[in-house]
């Protein structure tokens, strides 16, 4: 039996440290203003004034000759300030289209812009992987875009909030299909995963964990007022496995033991997989601290190569404890070299998409002279915002809350670092790559993620291991999922 204190410290996720950054925002005058009176205006406000009447409320900033004059235009045109920059006199204002033209009129006013909404400094990682540009631009077999839809995706964590809108599906009804809960103690190693229903499971010590990996699987697509959300397969359904109150081994192999019995039709015999579709990949962020040794006598080894066997591939993070390649620091059953295991590490988009960002330091690192105990492939799982709920102990400590998407939903997605961030990348890509191919095997699908990965640079150099080039800190490098399915339709 595992020890429950080491099991808990894993499934810890690295706090996030966020900063906001402007992302957007008119440079320059526009090009349609051709009246030379008034002072110019940004590229965004030229278009709200384009498409407001005279009377609309704006929020603007009027940059003044001075922080006087600015004060004064502002004033006179009667619109209200709500703040100023001082030291390079601007002033922010609210007021109606009408009044700010009567402030671009002021003699001392050298530019107007509008107040535009910002981006926070993170992702949803969809961007970096290319996993949004598969959604909107390819398709399957059957012409459907690839969205992961026809698979279902098994998150064994911490449990899952089924209401929770990253999970609606278009007619809002939850794509949770089913809400497992394991009741194991330790007389009792199996039969004890029981149906939770429509209940919020995701409410132990670690609440809000297994909610955020699996909107980050298979959340829906929002644009919020502040950030867009959206996870790897949102047309994939979510079969959830609670690890139950007890973080032990015995409970999660309970869990992967009802998917290898389970998995050809999770809602039972009677429920059509267009209704409930297969499990296809199993979503495992969690594993003991410190790493360790490949253990091929495990019960969780001798699992998920009876699920490879079945055609269902099992995903794990890679761990969270950093290293330098001096020692192998891999979660161990990731590093099961059978076809259709991944073990996932943690790349840092930098919250802009960039796929030429960073090999996150807290990922856990293989023995630089041991290619066996490398990661495979790495995905992005730090500053990710994905589903949380500010009642929930991982969201209320998370670092950047964010609203939406109806009026009175108050900090439903949060920012959380961690390869438990990284490894449902990688799961909802699998749904997505089965979507393109679902004729693929377990092996084909690792073999299309990794040949076809970006070799971002940064880390420790590339090797050649087998068919691919890969190394100790970030395995093949970054998963690019519209190169993913390229290889696969090519093979
Ligand atoms: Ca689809
Ligand atoms: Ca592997």
């Given at each position: 039996?595992?020890?429950?204190?080491?099991?808990?410290?894993?499934?810890?996720?690295?706090?996030?440290?966020?900063?906001?950054?402007?992302?957007?925002?008119?440079?320059?005058?526009?090009?349609?203003?051709?009246?030379?009176?008034?002072?110019?205006?940004?590229?965004?406000?030229?278009?709200?004034?384009?498409?407001?009447?005279?009377?609309?409320?704006?929020?603007?900033?009027?940059?003044?000759?001075?922080?006087?004059?600015?004060?004064?235009?502002?004033?006179?045109?009667?619109?209200?300030?709500?703040?100023?920059?001082?030291?390079?006199?601007?002033?922010?204002?609210?007021?109606?289209?009408?009044?700010?033209?009567?402030?671009?009129?002021?003699?001392?006013?050298?530019?107007?812009?509008?107040?535009?909404?910002?981006?926070?400094?993170?992702?949803?990682?969809?961007?970096?992987?290319?996993?949004?540009?598969?959604?909107?631009?390819?398709?399957?077999?059957?012409?459907?875009?690839?969205?992961?839809?026809?698979?279902?995706?098994?998150?064994?964590?911490?449990?899952?909030?089924?209401?929770?809108?990253?999970?609606?599906?278009?007619?809002?009804?939850?794509?949770?299909?089913?809400?497992?809960?394991?009741?194991?103690?330790?007389?009792?190693?199996?039969?004890?995963?029981?149906?939770?229903?429509?209940?919020?499971?995701?409410?132990?010590?670690?609440?809000?964990?297994?909610?955020?990996?699996?909107?980050?699987?298979?959340?829906?697509?929002?644009?919020?007022?502040?950030?867009?959300?959206?996870?790897?397969?949102?047309?994939?359904?979510?079969?959830?496995?609670?690890?139950?109150?007890?973080?032990f081994i015995m409970g999660a192999n309970a869990a992967m033991e009802?998917?290898?019995?389970?998995?050809?039709?999770?809602?039972?015999?009677?429920?059509?997989?267009?209704?409930?579709?297969?499990?296809?990949?199993?979503?495992?962020?969690?594993?003991?601290?410190?790493?360790?040794?490949?253990?091929?006598?495990?019960?969780?080894?001798?699992?998920?190569?009876?699920?490879?066997?079945?055609?269902?591939?099992?995903?794990?993070?890679?761990?969270?404890?950093?290293?330098?390649?001096?020692?192998?620091?891999?979660?161990?059953?990731?590093?099961?070299?059978?076809?259709?295991?991944?073990?996932?590490?943690?790349?840092?988009?930098?919250?802009?998409?960039?796929?030429?960002?960073?090999?996150?330091?807290?990922?856990?690192?293989?023995?630089?002279?041991?290619?066996?105990?490398?990661?495979?492939?790495?995905?992005?799982?730090?500053?990710?915002?994905?589903?949380?709920?500010?009642?929930?102990?991982?969201?209320?400590?998370?670092?950047?809350?964010?609203?939406?998407?109806?009026?009175?939903?108050?900090?439903?997605?949060?920012?959380?670092?961690?390869?438990?961030?990284?490894?449902?990348?990688?799961?909802?890509?699998?749904?997505?790559?089965?979507?393109?191919?679902?004729?693929?095997?377990?092996?084909?699908?690792?073999a299309a993620i990794k040949a076809s990965a970006y070799k971002y640079?940064?880390?420790?150099?590339?090797?050649?291991?087998?068919?691919?080039?890969?190394?100790?800190?970030?395995?093949?490098?970054?998963?690019?999922?519209?190169?993913?399915?390229?290889?696969?339709?090519?093979?």
């Amino acid at each position: 039996m595992a020890d429950r204190s080491r099991w808990r410290r894993k499934l810890t996720v690295v706090a996030a440290a966020v900063l906001a950054v402007p992302m957007v925002g008119g440079a320059g005058a526009s090009a349609q203003e051709s009246d030379a009176s008034l002072a110019p205006v940004s590229d965004s406000l030229s278009g709200l004034l384009g498409t407001l009447s005279g009377g609309s409320q704006v929020t603007a900033l009027v940059h003044g000759t001075s922080l006087a004059a600015a004060d004064q235009a502002v004033s006179e045109a009667g619109m209200t300030k709500i703040g100023s920059l001082d030291e390079i006199g601007v002033v922010t204002v609210t007021g109606t289209i009408d009044q700010l033209r009567e402030v671009r009129e002021a003699d001392g006013v050298s530019y107007v812009e509008n107040n535009d909404k910002i981006k926070m400094f993170a992702s949803s990682g969809t961007v970096a992987t290319r996993s949004l540009e598969a959604q909107t631009t390819r398709t399957g077999p059957t012409g459907d875009s690839l969205d992961g839809s026809g698979t279902s995706v098994a998150i064994i964590d911490t449990g899952i909030d089924p209401s929770h809108p990253a999970f609606a599906a278009k007619d809002g009804s939850s794509r949770v299909v089913r809400n497992m809960k394991s009741l194991c103690t330790s007389d009792q190693d199996n039969g004890c995963i029981v149906d939770a229903g429509p209940l919020d499971t995701d409410t132990l010590s670690l609440g809000g964990h297994g909610t955020h990996v699996a909107g980050i699987a298979a959340g829906s697509p929002y644009q919020l007022p502040d950030i867009d959300v959206g996870g790897s397969a949102p047309g994939a359904n979510v079969v959830s496995l609670s690890t139950g109150a007890g973080l032990f081994i015995m409970g999660a192999n309970a869990a992967m033991e009802w998917v290898l019995e389970n998995h050809e039709h999770p809602c039972g015999p009677d429920v059509s997989v267009q209704e409930c579709p297969p499990i296809k990949v199993i979503n495992n962020s969690y594993g003991p601290s410190g790493g360790g040794e490949f253990d091929p006598k495990s019960a969780t080894v001798k699992l998920q190569r009876a699920l490879a066997k079945e055609g269902v591939m099992t995903v794990w993070a890679n761990g969270n404890d950093g290293g330098d390649g001096s020692k192998n620091l891999s979660n161990p059953p990731g590093q099961d070299p059978t076809p259709g295991i991944i073990s996932v590490a943690s790349y840092f988009d930098e919250g802009t998409g960039t796929r030429d960002g960073k090999v996150s330091d807290f990922s856990s690192r293989g023995a630089a002279e041991d290619p066996s105990s490398w990661p495979d492939i790495s995905a992005p799982g730090q500053e990710i915002v994905s589903a949380c709920r500010p009642y929930l102990v991982i969201c209320s400590t998370g670092g950047e809350p964010h609203n939406g998407p109806g009026a009175l939903d108050v900090g439903t997605y949060n920012v959380i670092s961690g390869t438990s961030m990284a490894a449902p990348q990688i799961t909802g890509i699998v749904a997505q790559l089965f979507e393109a191919d679902p004729t693929a095997t377990p092996g084909e699908i690792e073999a299309a993620i990794k040949a076809s990965a970006y070799k971002y640079t940064d880390g420790a150099p590339y090797e050649q291991v087998g068919g691919y080039t890969s190394s100790y800190d970030k395995g093949a490098g970054l998963v690019d999922v519209v190169g993913a399915v390229d290889y696969l339709e090519s093979h």
